[in-house]
């Protein structure tokens, strides 16, 4: 098939169209050009400087694409003397070539094509690269150090089994490059090489030692880029060192930490350059910790430094109907958090908590609702990583924190019974048992008086933490209290079924009931009355798409209620609760892939499975047909023989009910 470059051209305007019939027109021609055709195709359009700059770089970008995907289809079925062309036609191109971004896609085809043409045994069949490799890098032209770095970054591996040969070249071509009096960009690019290089080769000693003097030197032009706020590849490329090869940073720690500190600092900089510069400084103590630790004097400043991100909070007329999943993550708040969080599980407490604690009493008395706020969320994020030190000053740490689920702001009272929820799960068991009687009225106050939606449920959903873990007899001591306040909600709630603000609150309130009674066990048969038949309702009603998650959890809350009181107290509800189960199977051809009540009806007939037993089976022919639809997509059920079943009970999550025949039918829940 005969293909003039001025064609090839006009195909590859096409693709660019914003016309969707001339683009697909387009891709079809393109895909019937047989694959070394469109080599030498792209290959002169690339080379035709009269040709339109896009078209140029789009050609440049097939033929990448074409090496990556489909080398030995489109090249390697080429004699010896094409090949040959191509490799001088490439290298030819990238010398001449005056346009800096044409430049570079160029460079990006020859690493492809370098790397396809690395032997199994790292040997290089190309190898004038190389000579190419180190001309340019040579080379007084400031684009030529470009092309050399652009190539090099993009394939570490190019000098392949010559690598230790030429170990000394490449550190002094980098270098020399790295510390260029001429050009930000190749001194730029010399850092992203350099690093990228002791990454591929992380696991090699004598690379690593040969490389280890060259760390003040990259450090101060990873300075340099955050100076003229140029591209943050730099800065990404010394996070990544120091989580990969932390030792390269071994002799220059503490100008490594200053250098992250100043940047993260740095209010004039992007937020995104400044949480850069603190992650890498946890990254560097979750890999390296004992670096940091060396370093004591700096956690003085690391402290108030995320203290500070955290409090970088606005005030947002739209938090209180939001749901946690839509808030900002890369806001510096979360950032800070987060790394708080990392930081301690890094270090440890010795080196995190003494700092934490010099700054929160402060922060907790402050009349600005920001820092109450982030002193909150800090004492709940470094319960795992401080978690020894922490639990000798439980006491004065709950103590401090109650009173703020009556703080005068909301976002303040969200933050108290975020603390209360990550400590209960933090500090399972001696929290439970040592501060019962200050949390759970605290909670069940913030749940009855509170007027904002997103704080009612999230004291709900901390007492949910608290409940997972509580011994029963505790948990019996409050069950009437947090029943009756879960039954007033749940009431009021119901109520307002169908207003757009109560879908937040209601879905909580129906997960709480599901944990205590999950807890309660036998002791919650008493209080069945009062819920099921506002569990019921809610199914029977809960109907719109924008309640499927709401009847998921009504869903899953019967079911363990259900196991939670036994068969006998559940048998009068077992019938209309099969019912409305089967009614939400049966309409299971509507189910979106991700709609949530698919994976709380798989538990849910696991659970009937359990508490139903041999009387499960007359529901199997309605159950089985949506169920083996669903599972097309959530693989959870099986029916298997006796045998597979005594191997699959070794494997937790799976639920079983005999259907005769020595066959049974399996639920996996977990």
Not at 6 to 23: F, G, P, Q, Y
Not at 56 to 79: K, P
Request: hydrophobic letters at 40%.
């Amino acid at each position: 098939m005969a293909v003039n470059v001025h064609e090839i051209e006009k195909l590859l305007m096409n693709l660019l169209s914003s016309d969707n019939d001339i683009r697909k027109q387009a891709e079809e021609a393109y895909e019937n050009i047989p694959g070394g055709t469109k080599v030498g195709c792209l290959l002169e359009v690339m080379h035709n400087t009269k040709s339109r700059n896009e078209v140029r770089q789009m050609a440049a970008v097939l033929l990448r694409r074409l090496f990556c995907s489909s080398f030995d289809d489109v090249y390697s079925v080429l004699d010896m003397e094409s090949q040959s062309t191509i490799k001088q036609q490439i290298l030819s191109i990238i010398q001449t070539e005056s346009e800096q971004m044409l430049r570079a896609k160029f460079c990006s085809v020859a690493a492809e094509l370098a790397q396809n043409l690395m032997s199994e045994n790292c040997t290089s069949h190309w190898p004038e690269v190389l000579k190419f490799l180190f001309d340019c890098a040579s080379s007084q032209q400031t684009e030529m150090k470009e092309c050399a770095l652009l190539i090099f970054n993009q394939f570490p591996g190019i000098f392949g089994n010559q690598q230790s040969h030429y170990l000394s070249v490449i550190k002094q071509m980098l270098y020399e490059c790295l510390t260029d009096k001429c050009s930000p960009q190749v001194r730029f690019l010399a850092a992203r090489a350099m690093m990228v290089f002791l990454i591929t080769n992380s696991d090699d000693d004598s690379v690593q030692r040969h490389f280890l003097d060259s760390t003040p030197a990259v450090l101060q032009v990873v300075s340099e880029s955050v100076t003229l706020r140029d591209d943050d590849l730099v800065l990404k490329g010394i996070v990544e060192l120091a989580e990969t090869v932390p030792r390269f940073l071994r002799g220059h720690v503490e100008n490594y930490l200053t250098l992250c500190l100043k940047i993260a600092g740095d209010s004039t900089l992007d937020n995104s350059w400044r949480q850069l510069g603190l992650e890498g400084i946890v990254t560097l103590g979750e890999n390296a910790p004992a670096m940091i630790r060396k370093h004591a004097h700096l956690m003085e400043l690391l402290v108030p430094q995320v203290l500070a991100f955290m409090v970088d909070l606005d005030e947002d007329p739209d938090w209180a109907t939001c749901d946690d999943d839509d808030e900002d993550n890369d806001s510096n708040s979360v950032a800070g958090e987060t790394a708080l969080d990392r930081l301690a599980c890094g270090l440890g407490g010795k080196a995190i908590l003494p700092h934490v604690t010099a700054s929160v009493p402060l922060m907790l008395g402050s009349a600005d609702w920001r820092y109450r706020h982030s002193a909150l969320m800090a004492i709940a994020a470094i319960g795992e990583g401080c978690h020894k030190q922490m639990q000798q000053l439980l006491p004065e740490i709950v103590t401090a924190i109650i009173p703020f689920l009556r703080d005068s702001h909301p976002r303040v009272r969200y933050a108290a019974c975020n603390a209360i929820g990550q400590m209960s799960a933090d500090f399972a068991g001696v929290l439970q048992k040592s501060f019962h009687d200050q949390i759970v009225p605290g909670l069940l106050t913030t749940m009855e008086s509170e007027v904002n939606q997103k704080v009612q449920a999230h004291a709900a959903a901390a007492l949910v933490n608290f409940v997972e873990d509580c011994p029963k007899h505790i948990l019996e001591h409050h069950l009437n209290a947090i029943l009756l306040q879960l039954e007033k909600i749940l009431s009021i709630k119901i109520q307002e079924l169908m207003g757009s603000d109560t879908k937040m609150v209601l879905e909580q309130i129906v997960t709480t009931l599901a944990a205590v009674a999950d807890t309660a066990e036998e002791k919650f048969i008493s209080h069945y009355p009062r819920f099921m038949p506002c569990l019921k309702y809610i199914m029977q009603n809960a109907t719109c798409s924008e309640l499927r998650l709401l009847r998921g959890k009504t869903i899953e809350c019967i079911s363990l209620i259900g196991l939670a009181v036994g068969r006998e107290t559940f048998m009068p509800d077992a019938s209309d609760v099969m019912q409305l189960l089967l009614k939400t199977q049966t309409d299971v051809g509507d189910y979106d892939d991700d709609d949530p009540q698919v994976g709380y009806m798989i538990s849910a007939w696991a659970r009937m499975c359990k508490l139903l037993g041999k009387d499960f089976q007359q529901y199997l022919p309605v159950v089985m047909g949506p169920l083996m639809k669903v599972a097309s997509f959530k693989p959870e059920i099986a029916i298997v023989d006796s045998d597979q079943e005594k191997e699959m009970h070794d494997d937790d999550g799976w639920q079983f009910v005999t259907l005769g025949d020595q066959q049974s039918f399996g639920i996996k829940t977990s």
